[in-house]
């Protein structure tokens, strides 16, 4: 592992791999501020909160901001473990950090609900805060992947919006970049992952309220293949072939889908590993997706196999 990024991974792999774990937030990278626990639904609620990290010195030009939600099982995690975020960031970017309700105090749609009302306020308080509303780029992990491919996804739908926090139109995003997560809950079962889509207190039960097969309403409305169309922005996917949590097939699954309809979408597998992995080869091909589809800088990142240390 490059040590440069360690001090960025730790904490959330401390994090992914006890998500009832809460830390606390890492200080900003030098040469940059952070602004905590920004409310964007207005209801004090420590959960409904963002972080922003910004260059001390004040950019000539807004610069394109780098989104992070966070995993846990929807049911653990914070925004206060940014990971490698605050690596991506000191390449000219800003970064935000989104927290969300969990499932212990309010099940599907929240989740969405929540994230789309703080994109509504980044995309509201950009000029107050130096970044570029029109170049936003997301990145999550586990169920952060999920919720950044469903904003991804389903910038049209209403019917996800909530009313949480400010009214107004959600930003156009960029490009998104998913880390091993769910793509269509419909198809989950039977694929292999440890996560039983019926039996009580796991973390798809507990997502939807009860067992999948009683809520497949739900369970198709948060699966962002449900609404991949044509004007998606382009997706670069991560995942373990050895994933016992959320099954390869998802990924492989939402790629195609992807492709079908002509959006740009790259997978990049890690050989026996698992959940979650980090490497440089990966962060530096990740850093290669956000600085072409966020800054045009030249640069292509291939579809295929990513070293997993």
Known sequence: MNARLFPYLLPLIAVLCAPVMTTA??????????????????????????????????????????VYIHGGGWEGGSKNEPGVLLHFIQKGYAGAS????????????????????????????????GFDAEKIGLFGISAGGQLVSLLGTSGG?????????????????????????????????????????????????????????QHLEEAKAASPITYVSHDDPPFLHIHGTA?????????????????????????????????????????SKMQTFFDHHLQGKPGDVQQGPVLVK
């Open 243 to 283: 994933d016992k949590l959320v099954p390869l097939s998802q990924a492989e699954e939402f790629d195609a889908a992807l492709d079908k309809s002509g959006v740009s979408s790259t997978l990049l597998t890690g050989e026996g590993a698992l959940h979650v992995f980090f490497s440089p080869d990966l962060v």
């Open 25 to 66: 937030a890492p200080p900003p990278p030098p040469g940059f501020l952070a602004l905590r626990d920004l409310d964007y639904a207005g209801q004090n609620n420590p959960r409904q909160k963002l972080d922003l990290y910004l260059p001390e010195k004040p950019s000539e030009k807004p610069l394109p901001l780098i």
């Open 157 to 213: 739908v209403s019917e996800l919006d909530g009313n949480v926090g400010i009214a107004g139109t959600l930003p156009k995003i960029a490009c998104v970049a998913n880390f091993c997560g769910p793509a269509n809950f419909l198809s989950f079962p039977g694929k292999g992952s440890i996560i039983d889509s019926e039996k009580s207190g796991t973390a798809i039960t507990k997502l939807f309220g009860g067992p999948m097969s």
């Open 98 to 129: 989104i927290g969300y309700r969990l499932t212990n105090e309010a099940k599907w749609p929240a989740q969405i609900h929540d994230v789309k009302a703080a994109m509504r306020w980044l995309k509201a308080h950009a000029k107050d805060h």
